[in-house]
């Protein structure tokens, strides 16, 4: 074998031998050339290129890793209409001011929130979420006691009615809702409701009650103290929570059947409290319903609902709120006043 090729290479010319030396020569001076022509910066730049090449590469790979990777729940933004997903199973449409120094401080915001909010909230429909909305014992001021077949007498035109004709005109949507559209709606009429980490210049007779008696200051009784209300601890979020869950869509009144005098009622507080303050009798409030008391028959059947807490447990529970609160506020130096409602004309007198 050896001696085949030294047989082939000796029976090359010599002019073979030189052209082919001289092709490998000029290849050579090729390569070295391209090399010695880049600028230094160029030969810097391929270097910083290879570089960052070597630090993507893993990245690279780490993402290729990622996409083979199935996502069980993919961002809701990329899925189609059929398969996203939503949260609210239920609404509880609770926005509203209540206290009436608060709801007719800004009748129209009050008026909006009943209105466009409720509409706002009906968009249900398009989730198929089951709405609660907190109606009003204020739909029906007039006979009594109030059951929920009565259906109402209020002043269109009056301070109440951005409150009460909004609370009304809430329940006409959401039953129109109900009946066009097939929401899932469930309403429930509200009796004065009070408790611990209400507002302490929330206005209504309750924290103003409390808060005159803690303070030493007179208790202010609008008119004559013989109006009446039933007083329903906060308690009452069980009986929302049970009519949300039951399948009962017609409204259903929520509170304590205990009726009682507000004069009876500034008494009760100011023993209850030991408070030596004064009880002054101010002019009545505007269109101020005289006699409140709910008939809660059809909650206690149906949703097998009816207060726990009794008034006066309550009472001790938010006056022991109250007090905690004030301390508090000294420290900050910041002294709660509460609010007054809109009277008709005529001068404080004290008892
Ligand atoms: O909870 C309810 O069923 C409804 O009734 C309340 O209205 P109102 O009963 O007039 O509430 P308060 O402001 O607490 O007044 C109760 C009674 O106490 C009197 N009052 C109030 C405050 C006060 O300092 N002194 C006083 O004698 C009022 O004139 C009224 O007769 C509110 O309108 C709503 O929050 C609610 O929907």
């Not at 129209?108 to 907190?134: D, H, S, Y």
């Not at 029906?140 to 009565?150: A, D, G, I």
């Not at 209300?229 to 929302?240: E, S, T």
């Amino acid at each position: 074998m050896m001696k085949r090729i030294i047989w082939m290479i000796s029976g090359l010319n010599r002019r073979i031998m030189k052209l082919l030396f001289a092709l490998a020569l000029i290849a050579y001076i090729a390569v070295w050339g391209t090399y010695t022509n880049m600028s230094i910066q160029e030969i810097g730049e391929m270097k910083i290129e290879q570089q960052i090449e070597d630090a993507v590469a893993p990245l690279k790979e780490k993402i290729r890793d990622l996409e083979q990777f199935s996502q069980k729940y993919p961002p809701v933004k990329f899925l189609s209409e059929k398969d996203r997903k939503r949260i609210l199973d239920q609404i509880y449409h609770l926005a509203s001011p209540a206290s009436p120094p608060n709801y007719m401080y800004n009748p129209i915001k009050t008026l909006k929130t009943n209105t466009i909010g409720t509409l706002n909230m009906l968009l249900a429909k398009r989730v198929g979420a089951r709405l609660l909305l907190a109606s009003t014992s204020e739909v029906y001021p007039e006979v009594h006691p109030q059951n929920e077949e009565y259906w109402g007498h209020v002043n269109p035109i009056g301070p109440r009615a951005c409150y009460d004709e909004g609370k009304r005109v809430a329940e006409t949507m959401c039953y129109a809702y109900m009946k066009q559209e097939g929401v899932e709606v469930r309403v429930a009429r509200i009796f004065n409701t009070f408790g611990s980490r209400m507002h302490m210049n929330d206005g209504r007779v309750v924290s103003n009650f409390i808060l005159q008696a803690l303070q030493g200051e007179p208790l202010t009784v609008y008119g004559t103290g013989s109006q009446t209300r039933a007083f329903q601890y906060v308690d009452l979020v069980n009986g929302l929570v049970l009519l949300m869950n039951s399948n009962i869509s017609s409204p259903v009144n929520l509170g304590n059947p205990e009726e009682h005098t507000i004069f009876e009622f500034a008494r009760l507080i100011k023993s209850l409290v030991v408070s030596r303050s004064q009880i002054q009798f101010l002019p009545e409030a505007q269109d101020d319903p005289q006699r409140r008391r709910p008939d809660i028959r059809k909650a206690k059947m149906m949703l097998g609902w009816e207060p726990v807490v009794p008034l006066e447990e309550g009472l001790n529970k938010t006056i022991h709120y109250f007090s905690r609160e004030l301390e508090h506020q000294a420290n900050n130096q910041y002294i709660p006043k509460p609010k007054a409602a809109r009277m008709k004309k005529g001068r404080p007198r004290h008892n």
